[in-house]
């Protein structure tokens, strides 16, 4: 009767699956859009903080990829378009992150640590391992091209 249970929940919930990564998509994308946005609108001072504060090498190149990676990853995030793809980029993007703005503060999101970053990572690579899901559109343009999912 337990095993039955525990069966049938696991079933259950199993039909959850791609609303879930769907609702993770979503929710990174607009974790990712400010910034994106920030980035478009300021570029200039993107360059400045990259080279002045962070001393990051190379700071309009750097601006320029990072804009780029934070632009596509909200619309290809949204549309679960190329997902395993550009999860891998944007995860370097949330190290970066990390190294440079957030680390010396500590894990605290409170403190401006590291802990988003890292939850955006954590969530990241769950869909570059697991794909969009089916409620996508590499699912929907896809399918049938590739036999892994996604």
Do not use: C
Not at 23 to 42: Q, S
Not at 69 to 80: C, D, K, N, Q, Y
Not at 83 to 106: D, K, Y
Request: no cysteine; net charge neutral; charged share 15%.
């Amino acid at each position: 009767m337990i095993r039955d249970l525990a069966q049938g929940y696991i079933a259950l919930t199993k039909n959850f699956e791609s609303l879930s990564l769907l609702a993770m998509r979503l929710i990174l994308a607009y974790g990712f859009y400010e910034p994106a946005l920030k980035k478009l609108t300021g570029f200039d001072g993107i360059v400045q903080w990259f080279d002045q504060s962070l001393h990051l090498p190379f700071p309009y190149l750097n601006a320029v990829m990072a804009t780029a990676t934070e632009v596509l990853g909200v619309i290809l995030l949204a549309l679960g378009l190329k997902t395993r793809m550009i999860a891998f980029p944007l995860m370097v993007v949330m190290v970066v992150a990390i190294v440079t703005v957030h680390g010396a503060n500590g894990f605290a999101a409170s403190q401006n640590g590291y802990e988003i970053p890292l939850y955006y990572m954590i969530m990241l690579f769950v869909l570059m391992t697991q794909g969009a899901g089916k409620i996508s559109l590499d699912e929907t343009l896809f399918k049938n091209w590739f036999s892994s999912k996604s």
